[in-house]
């Protein structure tokens, strides 16, 4: 019965950056990945500042992506065109890098650190009085001190630790694809905040336009669970509504593949237990304000195995506590904004607020960029405070008109229910 120190389920971001850190550390790691090596996992394919200060500290090279230096916002008419904080700090850049690529520099990465990497190969959790002992992979028992979830989008490992997605919690879904353009080296991301789809309805996400510096852009969009009409949202149409959309500014060509989908989780009931921890999406740390979580899988990654090289009984615990002090005061506050934003009333205002004036744009920026968390000093830390504090106070309301209405949609309700 082979042993570990510690096994991680899943290696994308997350998993290759614990993976990678934990073998650099002397820890007897191996990661199994049900995919098969270069594998292409669907994604916008943008790495914010932070992302990128993350793929610093764990020395993978950034040679082979197109460095981006920062967002072009566009609501309605208006434009604003800013670059990433030169003084922030996690660095003035971001960076576009299709996930095969980053993702193989980051298991390669993790190999040459000393880690085992066992592709094609699925392994699930083996509890034993509560207790994470190892996992079955490949037909074998395989023992651990420490199981990390990072398995992305919550599946069966997630489902038997009870790492679900919370259902009271919104989530999203975004569709993405490639077109050939010759503004393929634009050092700027393209987000259109005032996205609707074809029949015209507002809708509470946005479509992007990422170039990739190789001839090509990652074009998509990406929308809320909160949007009224959520559950008949066709998404393949919504995508090409925005592509004939931006088609002509950005001279693009047609699709160079089939669009393909992916769902979005925000939350999850749980993210560690006895003898495991869940990292990056499958402990549902995702920015609800833009999809992104790829920073924060790696930051997640590292954060494990560095705990684990500390004190391998702790982990769990002091994982969850430190994960909480550092990200969900944020996250919980997208996540109250989302259900505030899926009416399209307050859509429209809040997307003229947003880019309205350079102040706010910069806020915005900062929150497009996940730029912000529970340590963030300054006006914007302050701006976060406030906002969740506000949001609190009419969340339960929301969160009751938002049940209402899609228990209306599915038929649950009569149309003038109560």
């Known amino acids: 019965m082979p042993h570990r120190d510690m096994i991680v389920i899943g290696a994308g ?38 992302a990128v200060a993350a ?28 670059d990433w904080p030169a003084n922030g700090q996690f660095g003035p850049y971001g960076a576009v890098w ?39 992979a490949g037909g074998e028992r395989w023992t651990a001190d420490l199981v990390v979830l990072a398995a992305g989008a919550q599946g069966q490992a997630a489902r038997m630790l ?21 503004r393929h080296a634009e050092e700027y991301l393209e987000a259109c905040l005032t996205l609707r789809d074809p029949d015209g309805t507002a809708v509470p996400g946005y479509g992007w336009l990422f170039p990739a510096g190789d001839g090509t852009v990652n ?13 008949k949202l066709n998404l393949n149409r919504l995508c090409d509504s ?44 995702i920015n609800p ?4 979580g790829i920073d924060y899988g790696l930051e997640t990654g590292i954060l494990a195995a560095d705990l684990f090289a500390a004190d391998p009984t702790a982990v769990p615990d002091t994982y969850d506590r430190l994960v909480a002090d550092r990200f969900d005061a944020f996250l919980r506050t997208g996540r109250r904004f989302s259900f505030l934003i899926g009416h399209p009333r307050i859509l429209r205002t809040g997307l003229r607020l947003a880019v309205g004036t350079d102040a706010i744009a ?57």
């Open 55 to 82: 793929l610093d500290e764990l020395g993978v090279s950034l040679d082979d992506a197109h460095r981006i230096a920062g967002l072009r916002m566009i609501a309605g008419q208006r434009v604003r065109e800013l």
């Open 362 to 418: 910069r806020l915005t920026l900062q929150v497009m960029g996940n730029l912000i968390d529970n340590e963030t000093p300054g006006a914007a830390g302050r701006v976060l405070n406030v906002a969740d504090a506000a949001l609190a106070a009419v969340s339960p309301a929301l969160r009751r008109l938002h049940r209402r209405r899609t228990a209306r949609t599915r038929g649950t309700l009569p149309s003038g229910g109560s």
């Open 162 to 182: 009870g790492a679900l997605r919370d259902p009271d919690e919104p989530f999203g879904l975004a569709i993405r694809t490639y077109a050939e353009t010759p």
């Open 289 to 292: 304000m833009n999809g992104e």
């Open 98 to 136: 299709p996930r095969r690529r980053l993702d193989s520099a980051l298991c390669d990465g993790a190999a040459a650190a000393g880690a085992e990497l066992c592709f094609g190969t699925e392994a699930l959790p083996i509890l034993e009085n509560g207790r994470a002992v190892g996992v079955t």
């Open 242 to 285: 925005y592509r004939d959309l931006v088609a002509e500014s950005w001279q693009l060509g047609p699709y160079l593949e089939r669009p393909r989908a992916w769902r979005l989780p925000m939350s999850a009931v749980r993210r560690h237990g006895p003898g495991w921890v869940a990292i990056g999406d499958a402990a549902g740390l």
């Open 13 to 50: 971001p997350a998993g290759a950056a614990a993976a990678m850190r934990a073998a650099r550390a002397g820890i007897n790691v191996t990661a199994f990945e049900k995919g098969a090596p270069g594998r292409d996992k669907v994604c916008g394919d943008g790495l914010t500042p932070r």
């Open 219 to 231: 074009v998509g969009v990406g929308a809320l669970s909160t949007m009224k009409g959520f559950a």
